[in-house]
């Protein structure tokens, strides 16, 4: 199966736009008020109409009120829920909506455990963690922490960028890898060509 692929922070329709069309599967957008991504409603419907057919679109979330949840189900075209928080497994099913758990990886968590938890989850999002930041902070992880026998695929980001990317993949072998920061000109702006690099690198990987 290829690895598939996330450019998450989306917050410009030509960057959705130029991520499709690079090649990536899915785009995410940052519904988390303190992200320097944030997308209002209007931004975000305007993102997704934007999108060709067949592009999934993640909307991303940390520890929200089930309410700020259902406001972007109901003006938004979502496919997956990502909740990068301390959501708990009960929290994150109540949406009837496949649903990605994210996950800070550090030495003593116990990353099965987790899993078996979320077991719901469509896949689990492995981050880097970086104490009072949920994520997005173009920091990478020690890969030999993550287990080779997790119960749920396998969703690889935390400093991926085009320089890394192909290394990365070969070492854990992941269902897919998402980036954000990785392919950015500047916080929240994508860079086309750091895209198209970073997805070059993903289908290296393979070869």
Not at 35 to 46: D, F, G, I, K, T
Not at 47 to 69: K, S, Y
Not at 93 to 119: C, E, N, S, T, W
Not at 171 to 189: F, M, N
Request: contains cysteine; hydrophobic residues 45%; glycine residues 8%.
């Amino acid at each position: 199966m290829p690895v598939r692929i996330k450019i998450c922070g989306i917050t410009r329709p030509e960057d959705g736009q130029a991520a499709a069309q690079l090649g990536a599967d899915a785009i995410g957008l940052v519904f988390y008020p303190k992200s320097p991504r944030h997308v209002s409603l209007e931004q975000a419907r305007a993102i997704v109409a934007a999108l060709p057919p067949l592009v999934t679109v993640v909307a991303l979330f940390v520890d929200p009120e089930p309410d700020e949840v259902h406001r972007v189900l109901a003006a938004v075209p979502i496919d997956v829920l990502q909740f990068h928080g301390e959501e708990s497994p009960d929290f994150c099913r109540q949406f009837q909506r496949p649903y990605l758990k994210a996950v800070r990886v550090q030495p003593g968590l116990d990353l099965l455990q987790y899993a078996i938890a979320h077991a719901g989850a469509r896949g689990l999002l492995t981050d880097a963690f970086v104490p009072g930041v949920p994520g997005g902070t173009g920091a990478t992880f020690d890969w030999s922490l993550l287990p080779a026998d997790l119960p749920l695929p396998l969703i690889l980001s935390g400093g991926l960028e085009p320089d890394n990317i192909t290394a990365a993949i070969r070492a854990v072998r992941p269902a897919a890898v998402d980036t954000s920061s990785g392919v950015e000109a500047s916080k929240g702006i994508k860079d086309a060509a750091r895209m198209a690099a970073f997805i070059a690198g993903v289908h290296h990987a393979s070869v």
